[in-house]
């Protein structure tokens, strides 16, 4: 399964960013796909997840702010960010898993990420 990510850039404090992410190759068995993000000298953290069956998780953080959709048929799957902080500057990485239960910990395959950074 190949992940590939596209939409990053640079945003001014409370705008808006909408990425998305396309996964390929042998993708009838995935059940979760997840964004992460990375901020210079932090760990790697869980923005949301979501199942084939349609639960979608988001972290405390990015409620109200973020949006997670999916397209099953196609296999794509899109965080649209809105009120962005500087905080919010991180690498974004798209992940998925075919794990019956879509747990933090447990995605099996993962983009190269792109970059969000939010000016003050």
């Known amino acids: 399964v190949r992940i590939v990510e596209s939409g990053g850039g640079v945003v001014q404090d409370g705008g808006s960013l909408t990425l998305s992410c396309a996964a390929s190759?042998?993708?009838?068995?995935?059940?979760?796909m997840a964004w992460y993000r990375q901020a210079p000298g932090k760990e790697r953290e869980l923005v949301g997840m979501?199942?084939?069956?349609?639960?979608?998780y988001y972290e405390d953080f990015v409620k109200g702010r973020f949006t997670i959709s999916r397209d099953s048929s196609k296999n794509t799957l899109t965080l649209q960010m809105s009120s962005l902080k500087p905080e919010d500057t991180a690498m974004y990485y798209c992940a998925a898993s075919s794990g019956y239960v879509c747990l933090r910990d447990n995605m099996d395959y993962w983009g190269q990420g792109t970059q969000v950074t939010v000016s003050s």
């Open positions: 979501t199942s084939t069956y349609g639960n979608t």
């Open positions: 190759g042998n993708t009838m068995a995935l059940n979760c």
